[in-house]
């Protein structure tokens, strides 16, 4: 039995802590309780010595519930990737909120819905990632406008300015730029992941360079009237 003993180096096992399921790995010469929350989707990962009992690896694990929340929301909006593979359970952000992403086979025209907590894509059963990422992508370049012409409308009114046009790409190190000589704004579809204030905090960014075309003191004067915090929620593009 002493032999026996002496053999088992790891113990793998999995708890359920509240809505969280937390890997457990139990392992000989372990001395201390450890906590990871890993990437891609915030898997929480538990390692602890053997003969650490499932209470307390339970107590230790609602001891970090704010730094799982923090990780799991950062690993999640550092993503590079936006909708992956497009397989059902897979996390979304829209509009600062994550939601999970449910694949529904169906013959009828492809659609999204929002519904409770899930993002809904409804598509043929033979169609592939590609097909579903352009569905999608159409689908929140609408949300985006959307939100752009209600915005846009005020702030026209409000600050003065206009462009000529206001389009939307899939800008990847950019959240917005203007060309001046030909008021052209363009915005990124990426800020469909961010809350709404982003998204107003852009589009008062690229508007003031029609009045400052340089990022002046005076520009960022500008835009401090229009929107006291905006260096706040500059730092929420950042997470």
């Not at 590079?80 to 497009?86: I, K, L, M, V």
């Not at 013959?107 to 819905?113: A, D, E, I, N, T």
């Not at 519904?115 to 894509?121: A, F, R, S, T």
Request: with cysteine; proline share 3%.
């Amino acid at each position: 039995m002493k032999n026996m003993a002496r053999s088992i180096s790891n113990i793998n096992k999995i708890l359920m802590v509240g809505n969280f399921q937390v890997n457990v790995t139990k392992k000989k010469g372990v001395k201390n309780i450890y906590l990871k929350v890993k990437p891609p989707f915030g898997d929480i990962f538990v390692s602890c010595p053997l003969n650490c009992s499932d209470e307390s690896i339970i107590d230790f694990v609602l001891s970090k519930l704010n730094f799982i929340f923090k990780a799991k929301q950062s690993i999640l909006r550092n993503s590079e990737q936006f909708y992956p593979n497009f397989e059902t359970g897979e996390k979304i952000y829209l509009w600062g909120e994550i939601f999970n992403l449910l694949i529904v086979h169906t013959k009828k025209r492809p659609s999204v819905q929002v519904k409770e907590g899930n993002i809904i894509l409804n598509v043929d059963q033979n169609c592939d990632q590609k097909t579903k990422e352009k569905i999608f992508d159409n689908w929140s370049k609408k949300s985006l406008m959307h939100e752009m012409k209600k915005i846009i409308t005020d702030l026209e009114r409000i600050m003065g300015v206009s462009a000529n046009e206001y389009r939307i790409k899939n800008m990847k190190t950019k959240w917005g730029t203007c060309n001046v000589d030909k008021k052209r704004i363009w915005i990124s579809l990426r800020l469909v992941k961010k809350p709404l204030i982003c998204l107003l905090y852009v589009l008062i960014h690229e508007m003031t360079h029609l009045i400052e075309q340089n990022h002046t003191k005076r520009f960022y004067e500008i835009v401090g009237h229009y929107l006291p915090n905006w260096k706040e929620i500059n730092k929420l593009l950042k997470k």
